[in-house]
């Protein structure tokens, strides 16, 4: 389907409308720089992979799942697609509850977050941690554990009733 002029219009001003109801409920700079990089480069890849004007209405969930795929080919990382999908879901929603849009497509799943492998400790810090115990020595202290054992337990000295031996 061919692109008109007023459809490119239209989705402009949808997506304005978005960004300024953002930030009348005051959202971060941050977060408007963010939103103003992320949705512009769905659009272009909209009109790109479809030949259509993003209209809120007529993004779907295979959509969402090819843009999805689509990042992850860019060799981003899994924070930066979820970043930039979450930008698209958030105008979509937006849209839904504004009316500029019949419904609110299905939404992918999160990209897994990949774990990093532990890291072992170069020598010096095996070392450092061998230390440790040898600094802290302490003294021996035979009369303070003498007085939380009676010397009768420390030497086994108990009768079969378990009394002392005096």
Known sequence: MKITQDKAIAA???LGAYLRCLTERGAS???LAGYRRDLPAFFAWFRETTGEEPEPAGVTGVDLREYQSFLRTRGLKPNAVNRKLKAVKSWLRWAAKEGVAPRVPEFTKDVPQAK???QALERA????LLREPEKEVRPSRPKAEARVFPAP????GRTRCGAHRN
């Open 12 to 14: 402009l001003n949808t």
């Open 29 to 31: 700079r941050h977060a």
């Open 116 to 118: 990093a492998a532990p």
């Open 125 to 128: 810090g095996v070392n450092r």
């Open 153 to 156: 337990f420390l030497s086994g």
